[in-house]
């Protein structure tokens, strides 16, 4: 049988892992790097695993994930405890960190997270990553929720669905018209593998899986622009540096005032979100997870 964890090891872990280095975590600590060294290898004595990656900055190893995301709930019950107690000096300061990707970060999810009643309001701590990868923070322990595309529950998680993003093929009218046959009887599925393209970075595969809908095998143009930003990528496609698949919403404005052209009205995609959380009965968890929801009903295709 594993002896128990002491809490002040425990949340030393949490505090060299979030700050990234012994040094800094002994700082934030208030005391010395020698004693932050000794209480994390003391618990990995009580685990008898080795919990950390020695590099810079530091990383849990898989055994110590699990005992960052165990950290993390303890310092979430212990918050709302005293929450609950009238013993604690700042209501609502404990941070809650939260994955979500781009597009959903520059649409619907910022006013979700104002519909959260003040007096259960955390202090957010948002990570932006692509919705197919949001579920490995989870699984680190570095977010105690996330937005993310898997319907798949990460263990100790909660899953809820909240819709389906939908995406759509534009580009700016000239381009169009150079690169696309727009105006020309020239079918999209001939020349859109030649024409430059937009992506926001290395993992999005949304234009590549349009271009696959239109002819087996295929994928988008070698001519690629990162964009990394979800505003800095529907500005790029109007701009004319390359097609791209813009989120439905943002894309609206921009076709009404004909600063883009919808390459194919019947091939949207549309991407399942989901919300994933941890397991734990936090009254902030729970407010921002029906205000997640309700944001994501009225923004979302169902």
Not at 95 to 114: E, G, K, M
Not at 201 to 212: K, P
Request: aromatic fraction near 6%.
């Amino acid at each position: 049988m594993m002896p128990e964890l002491p809490l002040d090891l425990v949340r030393t872990l949490l505090a060299v892992v979030d700050e990234g280095t012994f040094d800094a975590a002994a700082r934030v600590l208030h005391v010395t790097p020698s004693a932050v060294s000794q209480r994390v290898k003391a618990l990995e004595q009580r685990t008898g695993r080795v919990l950390l990656i020695r590099a810079k900055p530091v990383r849990p190893t898989e055994s110590g994930e699990v005992v960052v995301r165990f950290a993390r709930q303890l310092a979430r019950l212990e918050h709302d405890t005293r929450t609950a107690l009238g013993t604690s000096g700042c209501p609502g300061a404990t941070r809650l960190p939260i994955a979500v990707n781009s597009d959903s970060l520059a649409t619907w999810f910022l006013p979700a997270l104002t519909r959260v009643p003040e007096e259960v309001r955390p202090s957010y701590e948002l990570h932006r990553e692509d919705q197919d990868h949001t579920a490995r923070l989870l699984r680190e322990g570095i977010v105690m929720a996330a937005v993310t595309s898997s319907p798949d529950a990460v263990t100790g998680c909660l899953v809820r669905a909240l819709g389906r993003m939908r995406y759509v093929p534009v580009a700016q009218p000239a381009f169009a018209e150079r690169w696309l046959g727009a105006g020309r009887d020239v079918p999209l599925r001939e020349v859109i593998a030649d024409a430059p393209v937009v992506v926001f970075d290395r993992n999005d595969d949304l234009q590549d899986a349009f271009v696959r809908r239109l002819r087996r095998g295929g994928r988008a143009g070698d001519q690629r622009h990162f964009m990394p930003t979800s505003e800095g990528f529907a500005e790029a496609v109007a701009g004319g540096m390359g097609w791209g698949m813009v989120p439905a919403v943002q894309a609206g404005p921009l076709l009404r005032a004909g600063r883009l052209v919808h390459l194919a009205p019947d091939l949207d995609l549309a991407v399942p979100l989901y919300w994933q959380q941890w397991k734990l009965d936090s009254p902030a968890l729970v407010a921002v997870a029906e205000a997640v929801a309700a944001a994501a009903a009225e923004a979302l295709d169902p």
